[in-house]
Every structure is written in C-alpha cells, then in structure tokens.
C-alpha cells in the first residue's frame, strides 16, 4: 500500500534552536518527494522538491534530504523562527499518477 | 496561496442542503484537485481534472461532485449524501506534465449547523 508516515508527530523548540523532521514512504514507482509548509487555516506552501536523483535541496534555513534507497527523507530546519510554527507535510508522488500525503508534523517554536 | 482563490472562507450547511464551494485560477494550469483536510490525517483527494470538461474521482469521491467548464473554474459540490462534511476543503492547481508542483488556495472551512 502506498503510505507516507512522518514524525515526530508534534514538535515544540525554543526560538534559534535546530530541528529535523523525519518521512518515511512506501510509495511505489517513485517520481519525486516535496515538502510542503501549512500555517493553520492556510493552503499549504511548497518549500522543496527532490527527484530521485537529489539527495540534497535547500532553501534558505530549510534543508530537506531524500535516501531514495531506505525511502527516507528530513526537512532540516535551522535557526528556527517563531514565524517557522506551522504543519510541515511530506508529499510523494508516484509516476503519471497523483499524490500520496503525510500526516504532517506540527511545529511549534516558542520564544 | 499563489493565483488561486477559494470562496468562501467560512461556509454553513443545513441538514439535507447542498452546498458549492468555489475554486478560481489564474495560473494557467490545466489540472486542478480539490482535497479534504481532517485533523490529523493527511490530505485526502476527492476529485481532479486534467482538462477542461474532463474529471475523475479521487479517493474520497461519495457525497461530492463537481464541474470543470471553464479552465480557471473547478467548483466542487457538496451533496446531502455526504454524511460527514465538516472539514477543511483545499483546492488545488498544477501543469499537467512536469514536476506538477500544486499551488493551493487558501482554503474553505464546512461547518454543518
């Protein structure tokens, strides 16, 4: 069964602190893997998107990485800010076909 | 929330009413989702169009329909049959080929009263 599974479920840090979240995927044939960043009551904002052949996409403080070979990947968040508080959605998508969605991981940075 | 609109941001229904919420693009896409969003779980497709006049199912299909008359258009209905329609409702849009990044609007939230 295609499944996107992430955790920690919710995460609380202190304002400039590090944190890395985890998604682990079974998604089969796979295309590429995205994260995507959710302030609540809000659409989701895509934040990267990696193919099978990057291992490394950053942008600004958010570093995701992808081991296409244990079907893993992490959204490094560096230097949090209290403006990083929101859902953090893993997003796998399989070739010519749709969308398989994590559960998210809520983050709250506190200062 | 990119060149996508979604209205309304609050929206009642009624016992036995439908309800329609709208979906508008300027982005030129020619694919568009619609999506539920339940607390603690992840985003739940119900319909998507590839092109206009053309749509399918998703996975959470029964109690909704919709239309895709219009490529900037794709409102999704919300029918009676649909017994448990509080959510948080998404809509979608992306290129139909490529790397398909979807660009979401900024949401409808459905209370039944």
């Known amino acids: 069964k295609n499944q996107v599974e992430q955790s920690p479920q919710s995460l609380i840090i202190l304002e400039g602190k590090n944190c890395t979240l985890q998604c682990n995927y079974t998604v089969s044939p796979f295309s590429n893997l995205r994260w995507y960043k959710q302030d609540t009551g809000r659409g989701p904002v895509s934040l990267t998107i990696?193919?099978?052949?990057?291992n490394t996409k950053s942008n600004g403080r958010y570093t995701a990485t992808l081991d296409a070979d244990t079907k893993q990947s992490s959204l490094h968040i560096t230097a949090s800010q209290l403006s990083d508080s929101a859902s953090y959605i893993c997003?796998?998508?399989?070739?010519?076909?749709?969308?398989?969605f994590g559960p998210g991981t809520r983050l709250s940075v506190l200062p | 929330d990119g060149g996508i609109t979604q209205s309304p941001k609050y929206l009642f229904r009624k016992e036995g009413q439908n309800v329609t919420l709208s979906c508008e693009q300027n982005l030129n896409h020619d694919a568009m989702y619609w999506y539920r969003q339940d607390p603690g779980q992840g985003l739940r497709l119900i319909y998507y169009s590839q092109i206009v006049n053309d749509f399918q199912k998703g996975d959470i299909a029964e109690g909704y329909s919709v239309s895709r008359e219009k490529k900037e258009s794709f409102p999704l209905t919300v029918t009676s049959a649909q017994k448990n329609p509080t959510a948080f409702y998404l809509c979608?849009?992306?290129?139909?080929?490529?790397?398909?990044?979807?660009?979401f609007g900024p949401g409808t939230r459905l209370l039944v009263l």
């Open positions: 979608a849009s992306s290129t139909a080929t490529g790397r398909k990044t979807q660009y």
């Open positions: 990696m193919t099978f052949s990057e």
């Open positions: 997003v796998v998508s399989k070739y010519g076909q749709n969308f398989v």
